[in-house]
């Protein structure tokens, strides 16, 4: 999903960290956060923990701009999204089988193949289903952000989409709120923006402002919600720029560490473990089932359920992560077949995908 001459042991570490996010925002869902009257000290500090955590969705596409920026139309472009696909339909049969014989589902081999053509295969499959629209676009959105002779006109280009996506956020606009499904273009674009500018932050005033915007956001979301169930709104989607700043700030801290030096070993474990990200966030659907079903029974009080986030979180992540590095063994036992069944159609391919 990335160019390889641009990967670096950072890069590893975003993408890790934006999935422990993703599991964490999860945690917030299957504890029954949403449902409950948000009022206490308690639930103003889990407010802004899930504040913090909804950057995990912006920093996958920030990532994916800063590593695609110079992707150009060739018919070799489209076979780098096979293995996304692979992924998804490997972790949907362990979905699929989870539901049919742990859950006790009807799942067939007919709703079984229609569900993965769904994109509902795995329950959290939306961002694949997102991706795909997104890769497609990619070769021409980087010949738009290139054609852009100079750094000012680039930052007019991303600023324009940035204003299109999130000014649905913004009182009395005019926009309807449906321009604000090109979020994804959006955020592409400040990504590959950042991999140009190369942002850096002094450390101390990163890590300010991403408190700042996390306590600022999760009060938003506390203020509004007071005394009743969570009450949703763009202030706190993907496209908020409360939310996207959150990200940049996380990413731009994370990509200014200087990980060059470190053991080949941590760089080889970084990689292994960044390269099941896609398949552990799929298949931490059937993990989710299980520990937090437990933890439902067992704690039957919101208040007392997230004093657990710092067991279930990690516990979940380990397994999904553990799980998604077999599927990728069994992807490279099938890519071979795969990958030359593609390259009759784009072109050759010299290795396995």
Same mark, same amino acid.
């Given at each position: 999903?990335?160019?390889?001459?641009?990967?670096?042991? /950072?890069?590893?570490?975003?993408?890790?960290?934006?999935?422990?996010?993703?599991?964490?925002?999860?945690?917030?869902?299957?504890?029954?956060?949403?449902?409950?009257?948000?009022?206490?000290?308690?639930?103003?500090?889990?407010?802004?923990?899930?504040?913090?955590?909804?950057?995990?969705?912006?920093?996958?596409? #920030?990532?994916?701009?800063?590593?695609?920026?110079?992707?150009?139309?060739?018919?070799?472009?489209?076979?780098?999204?096979?293995?996304?696909?692979?992924?998804?339909?490997?972790?949907?049969?362990?979905?699929?089988?989870?539901?049919?014989?742990?859950?006790?589902?009807?799942?067939? =081999?007919?709703?079984?193949?229609?569900?993965?053509?769904?994109?509902?295969?795995?329950?959290?499959?939306?961002?694949?289903?997102?991706?795909?629209?997104?890769?497609?676009?990619?070769?021409? =959105?980087?010949?738009?952000?290139?054609?852009?002779?100079?750094?000012?006109?680039?930052?007019?280009?991303?600023?324009?989409?940035?204003?299109? /996506?999130?000014?649905?956020?913004?009182?009395?606009?005019?926009?309807?709120?449906?321009?604000?499904?090109?979020?994804?273009?959006?955020?592409?674009?400040?990504?590959?923006?950042?991999?140009?500018?190369?942002?850096?932050?002094?450390?101390?005033?990163?890590?300010?402002?991403?408190?700042?915007?996390?306590?600022? #956001?999760?009060?938003?979301?506390?203020?509004?919600?007071?005394?009743?169930?969570?009450?949703?709104?763009?202030?706190?989607?993907?496209?908020? #720029?409360?939310? =996207?700043?959150?990200?940049?700030?996380?990413?731009?801290?994370?990509?200014?560490?200087?990980?060059?030096?470190?053991?080949?070993?941590?760089?080889?474990?970084?990689?292994?473990?960044?390269?099941?990200?896609?398949?552990?966030?799929?298949?931490?659907?059937?993990?989710?089932?299980?520990?937090?079903?437990?933890?439902?029974?067992?704690?039957?009080?919101?208040?007392?359920?997230?004093?657990?986030?710092?067991?279930?979180?990690?516990?979940?992540?380990?397994?999904?992560?553990?799980?998604?590095?077999?599927?990728?063994?069994?992807?490279?036992?099938?890519?071979?077949?795969? /990958?030359?069944?593609?390259?009759?159609?784009?072109?050759?391919?010299?290795?396995? #995908?």
């Amino acid at each position: 999903m990335e160019n390889k001459k641009l990967r670096n042991p /950072s890069f590893d570490v975003i993408r890790i960290f934006a999935l422990f996010l993703v599991v964490s925002v999860h945690f917030f869902l299957h504890i029954g956060y949403y449902y409950t009257p948000i009022a206490g000290e308690k639930l103003f500090v889990m407010t802004v923990i899930r504040s913090f955590a909804k950057a995990c969705v912006p920093m996958f596409i #920030l990532l994916t701009g800063y590593l695609m920026r110079n992707k150009k139309l060739t018919p070799k472009y489209y076979l780098g999204i096979v293995k996304t696909l692979g992924i998804y339909v490997l972790a949907s049969v362990v979905c699929l089988l989870f539901e049919k014989y742990h859950l006790k589902l009807d799942v067939t =081999l007919k709703s079984a193949i229609r569900d993965i053509f769904e994109f509902t295969g795995a329950d959290y499959a939306w961002y694949v289903e997102m991706y795909i629209g997104l890769f497609l676009a990619i070769p021409f =959105l980087n010949a738009m952000y290139n054609a852009m002779e100079t750094p000012k006109k680039k930052l007019v280009l991303v600023g324009t989409f940035l204003f299109i /996506s999130s000014a649905s956020t913004i009182p009395g606009m005019i926009f309807p709120d449906y321009m604000a499904d090109v979020y994804p273009f959006a955020i592409y674009l400040v990504g590959a923006a950042l991999g140009d500018f190369k942002v850096k932050l002094n450390r101390i005033v990163n890590l300010l402002g991403i408190a700042l915007l996390a306590v600022g #956001l999760g009060a938003i979301s506390f203020y509004k919600s007071h005394e009743k169930g969570f009450v949703w709104g763009a202030w706190q989607s993907d496209y908020s #720029l409360f939310v =996207l700043g959150i990200a940049v700030l996380v990413f731009v801290f994370i990509a200014g560490f200087d990980m060059t030096r470190a053991p080949k070993w941590v760089h080889k474990s970084l990689n292994v473990v960044s390269d099941s990200v896609l398949g552990a966030y799929l298949v931490s659907f059937v993990f989710d089932k299980v520990f937090y079903k437990k933890l439902l029974t067992r704690v039957p009080q919101l208040w007392d359920r997230w004093q657990y986030m710092v067991v279930i979180v990690p516990a979940v992540f380990v397994c999904s992560i553990v799980t998604s590095i077999g599927l990728n063994l069994i992807w490279k036992l099938i890519s071979t077949p795969v /990958s030359k069944a593609f390259a009759k159609i784009f072109g050759k391919v010299k290795k396995p #995908l």
